[in-house]
């Protein structure tokens, strides 16, 4: 029997074309007479729309076509669809250009063709719109104040929504009882995905066969597929064909369906030419959905020995000026569901409120929601156990969901699966000696050097599902995926995967389960996904959902193919079914290792059809769907330690630990990249990254001029580890890797900050903790 696959760190077999050029992306993609969009951008955040002169545009040689929103309405586009739903929520249309008023700054209220990028560019430079200037509103606080200025003249309270979980009465009653009630303000602020990929579409439509093929950066093409040719293009889904070739990163930007595709495959349509665009880095700073950017007062219920009793907390979520696609859902069910943290509370309230502001649409940003609770829950436990005095360590522990009590249902609706948050705390302590660093923290202190260390023990939910509760709760699709195992032949193994890579890896680790399920070489599978021309309906990659249900409609589908190649085999053999064994690619009948048939034979008789078991069709080809019963619950141990520099506020990143449970592991090597991806992330929010507004709505981080990013020097060597607790949500145990370190390291370095500056009674900072914010905090002290 050969060593299994599954585990071992092979190394991923996408690599080699992405890092010699050889990738397909969007942009590579050439066909003859491809006209090029650029879009006229409102340099306002607020302004009514008086004109739109496009004569002098029109003029310039090499112009194809001018449109404003007025022409796209007046050809059947429709607004964009909003694909979760709240009880009681105001949606505001929002056109694919906008006509009346533009809301953001970079809201499109043109669109210019033309036959190459430069000219469209200059064309665009010479629409002339007349607008005027409109009062703004760009925090989420100030925009729910008597007097701000409507987004909407339709939502006046710029309100879209409110919405809470849990039981009030509960929770004030734990409060009631409390010996101790600890309270914080939070600003988790917002900032913006900047993949290395700008977003990029390309439209070519068939007049004869009024068929449109969409070569698109996009994270889901089935869900962009749907939405757009039923919601937005009032065109029969079927003659949408949607190919998302090599993504380069999306971290949840690229899920949502976005003014600039609907507008290229429609003007596709009417010119019966390609049309192009790329988006430009300015223009991917002004429209990319942001993230995160939420106000939360939080209270946490403590008894005198510090067991947390009930937490109560009070969102203002900033969804900018229009619904992004699954916007609604990452305050609320990505969001308060999450908490109760790795901790017993017996009672907790969350209270949302979504605000309609005048900036750029807020969606899923990588953890969407889940680092934004994991970030107020582990700053809270810090603050609580300094209130009471307790070691950091020791309310943690006291508070601990115990590994015997799963699945643990939480006051927040959700089960988590299994957990061992014990477990992955004690495998961090086994490399990080807490007692000894105390000792250099106080010896470091005596010569004026300022140490912190911090900790962030979480739990996240990926995979989200079933898609009957997920409908139940807004959902406007379905949570499962697809896979189609098609056997060729010759005994070769294509696999169709509904999942989606932008970066994981999956033509490596999709390939290493299949492989081990259907006893192959792995150079005998071929993984082929991001294409709604041959791939089943799938759900796309998002919410770390490609390993616990991407690879559970894989290893579904490799059941039903051993399934149906040993009816073959048993037939063949003159042997009864029941006596023939499956190993090492060979059928055999049990002690008689001699008579075999081997995969490759089984699978030509398949197709050949000479000698078939009765009433068995031929071919050897299987699709199934996977719809988990539960989300599964990644958890584990971040340990972060800085040094802050007293004199300048600066803060130094010394070493950073993390310890995650992910289930089982498919590519150790693979996870860790995403786990060391994900930390540099979080780091970065907490740290650097930030994006601001000023009073008038102007953006003024929209270059990397002023959106600081984080640098290869600025981060230490990581040291990553794991424990293994299986799922038992999904065949195969697998819990999920891509957000663990982004929904971890924001708290843990946040932890470490205010730790380091414990002498000077700083209990809290807002976040990013910049050189400028703790010199402040530290003058003011």
């Known amino acids: 029997m050969t060593q299994p696959l599954f585990g071992q ?52 040689k090499g112009v194809v076509a001018v449109y404003t929103g007025k022409d796209l309405i007046a050809g059947g586009m429709k607004p964009l669809p909003v694909g979760w739903l709240i009880p009681g929520m105001k949606i505001p249309v929002h056109n694919v250009l906008t006509v009346d008023r533009a809301r953001y700054m ?59 979980l849990g039981d009030k009465a509960a929770t004030d009653k734990a409060f009631a009882g409390a010996a101790k009630v600890v309270k914080q303000s939070f600003r988790n602020h917002r900032l913006i995905p900047n993949a290395i990929e700008p977003r990029a579409a390309l439209a070519s439509s068939n007049p004869g066969t009024g068929e449109v093929t969409l070569w698109l950066t996009t994270q889901n093409p089935h869900v962009h597929r749907l939405l757009m040719s039923a919601f937005v ?37 009417l010119l019966s030419r390609p049309v192009k665009w790329t988006a430009d880095r300015r223009e991917s700073f002004l429209t990319d959905a942001h993230g995160r950017d939420h106000y939360s007062d939080a209270e ?19 969804m900018g000026a229009y619904l992004s696609l699954f916007a609604p859902a990452i305050p609320t069910y990505l969001y308060g569901t999450l908490l109760s943290g790795c901790y017993q509370m017996p009672a907790i309230h969350v209270d949302v409120t979504a605000t309609l502001t005048n900036t750029t649409p807020v969606d899923a940003y990588r953890g969407a929601g889940r680092p934004e609770a994991c970030y107020l829950v582990e700053r809270m436990v810090d603050l609580a156990a300094g209130a009471l005095g307790m070691d950091r360590l020791e309310i943690r522990r006291k508070n601990f969901i115990p590994k015997d009590k799963f699945p643990y249902q939480t006051p927040v609706a959700v089960m988590y699966d299994s957990g061992n948050y014990e477990g992955a705390l004690d495998k961090a302590l086994e490399s990080f000696d807490y007692k000894a660093f105390r000792k250099e923290q106080e010896q470091a202190r005596k010569q004026g050097r300022y140490l912190g260390v911090g900790f962030s023990t979480y739990v996240e939910a990926c995979g989200l599902a079933p898609s009957q509760v997920a409908g139940a709760l807004g959902a406007q699709a379905g949570l499962y995926e697809s896979a189609t195992v098609r056997v060729h032949p010759t ?3 294509t696999v169709f995967t509904g999942s989606h890579s932008h970066g994981q890896g999956h033509e490596t680790t999709f390939a290493q389960v299949a492989a081990d399920e259907l006893q192959l070489p792995m150079e005998d599978i071929e993984i082929v996904h991001g294409d709604t021309g041959q791939v089943p309906f799938g759900m796309g990659s998002y919410g770390s959902r490609s390993g616990p249900v991407g690879t559970a409609a894989i290893y579904m589908g490799a059941q039903k193919i051993k399934e149906k190649a040993k009816k073959i085999a048993a037939h063949l053999l003159e042997a009864n079914e029941a006596d023939v064994v499956y190993e090492g690619g060979k059928f055999a009948v049990k002690g008689s290792p001699g008579r075999f048939k081997t995969f490759g034979d089984v699978a030509l008789m398949a197709y050949l059809a000479h000698n078939m078991p009765k009433n068995l069709e031929p071919g050897l080809e299987a699709i199934s769907f996977f719809d988990p019963g539960n989300f599964v619950f990644p958890f584990g141990t971040h340990v972060c330690v800085v040094e802050v520099a007293r004199d300048t506020g600066h803060v130094k990143l010394v070493r950073y630990l993390a310890v995650d449970d992910l289930g089982r592991v498919i590519n150790p090597m693979i996870v860790d990249g995403m786990v060391h991806g994900g930390i540099v992330q979080g780091v970065s929010q907490a740290l650097w990254e930030h994006a601001e507004y000023d ?25 990553v580890g794991r424990t293994e607790t299986p799922s038992p949500v999904n065949p195969l ?49």
């Open 9 to 60: 760190s092979i190394k991923r077999r996408e690599d080699p074309r992405l890092i010699t050029g050889k990738g397909n992306y969007v942009d590579d993609v050439r066909l003859p007479g491809t006209t090029h969009a650029a879009f006229v951008r409102s340099p306002h955040a607020h302004a009514r729309i008086k004109s739109i002169d496009t004569a002098a545009a029109k003029k310039l």
């Open 106 to 164: 970079g809201d499109a209220v043109a669109v210019v063709i033309a036959e190459t990028p430069y000219i469209a560019r200059d064309a665009a430079e010479l629409v002339e719109v007349d607008y005027e200037p409109l009062p703004a509103v760009a925090d989420g606080l100030k925009a729910v104040q008597s007097g701000a200025p409507a987004v909407h003249d339709e939502i006046s309270d710029n309100v879209s929504f409110r919405w809470q």
């Open 233 to 269: 293009l009032g065109m029969p889904e079927h003659k949408l064909r949607v190919i998302s070739p090599d993504v380069g990163g999306g971290f949840g930007s690229k899920i949502f369906v976005y003014p600039e595709e609907c507008a290229v495959v429609w003007a596709s349509r």
């Open 300 to 318: 946490m219920a403590l008894s005198a020995d510090g067991r947390i009793l009930g937490l109560r907390v009070k969102t203002n979520a900033n």
């Open 491 to 493: 005994g070769k193994v």
């Open 695 to 719: 009073e008038e709505g102007q953006l003024l981080t929209g270059s990397f001029m002023n959106y600081a990013m984080p640098r290869a020097d600025d981060v230490p060597s990581l040291q």
């Open 733 to 781: 145990g697998i819990k999920g890797a891509g957000e663990t370190g982004t929904i971890a390291s924001t708290a843990a370095v946040a932890n470490a900050v205010m730790d380091a500056l414990s002498p000077f009674g700083i209990t809290h900072v807002d976040m990013p903790l910049t050189p400028g914010r703790i010199w402040e905090a530290l003058r003011g002290k």
